[in-house]
């Protein structure tokens, strides 16, 4: 987990120009979630802000609402004087995750994620929550956890294999086939659900 990743100008899911994670080789967009409120404690500090998550075969990508540019000024925490824009959760290194519906208030996806070393954190597991006050998680937990399934089978085969590799070092590093990634994104898509699916190339 690590403190503003790279960014970069993208078409958005409108046609419009926007800000979005730069990928990584091989990686794959699932999707796109805007009006996210998110939370973040490290030790002493939380985050808390609302913006867009992207959810990739890597990784969960937050950015903090407001942001126009990639070579922009970084965003200051109110309360801590952090800055950031942006933060990256490596989905190898997720645990914990579990998804909580309160009686009162939005349903919401937590879970714990191994900061990666010089990545801005204090701790070495940093807390993090994802509520969804716009609208429902219907397209979003389905890929979430098709995801997951299919990376805790991976490291179950990579820690089989050898034991000396760590998550850290895999955590940039393709986890899936196109064929595999269009498996994880055929979800029963709700037309009420706010969440935006990127469609895999079928080529």
């Known amino acids: 987990m690590s403190l503003n990743p790279p960014l970069m100008e993208g078409a958005g899911v409108d046609g419009t120009v926007s800000v979005m994670p730069n990928p990584y080789a091989n990686e794959f967009f699932f999707l796109m979630r805007d009006k996210i409120d998110f939370e973040v404690i490290d030790g002493p500090n939380k985050f ?109 085969v990579s820690e089989g294999e050898s034991k000396s590799d760590s998550k850290e070092e895999e955590a940039g590093q393709s986890v899936m086939n196109p064929i595999q990634a269009r498996q994880i994104c055929e979800a029963y898509l709700d037309p009420n659900d706010p969440t935006h699916v990127y469609v895999q190339d079928r080529k």
Not at 102 to 131: M, R, Y
Request: hydrophobic share 40%.
């Open 48 to 156: 808390s802000a609302t913006g867009r998550c992207y959810m990739t075969s890597h990784r969960f990508c937050f950015q903090e609402r407001g942001m126009t540019k990639t070579d922009g000024r970084p965003l200051v925490h109110k309360k801590t004087g952090q800055a950031w824009a942006a933060i990256d959760i490596p989905m190898l290194l997720v645990s914990d995750h579990k998804f909580n519906q309160p009686i009162f208030g939005a349903n919401s996806l937590s879970g714990a994620c191994t900061a990666i070393p010089d990545g801005g954190f204090v701790s070495e597991t940093i807390k993090w929550k994802i509520k969804f006050k716009n609208g429902g998680v219907g397209t979003f937990l389905p890929i979430f956890f098709r995801l997951m399934e299919y990376i805790e089978g991976h490291l179950r």
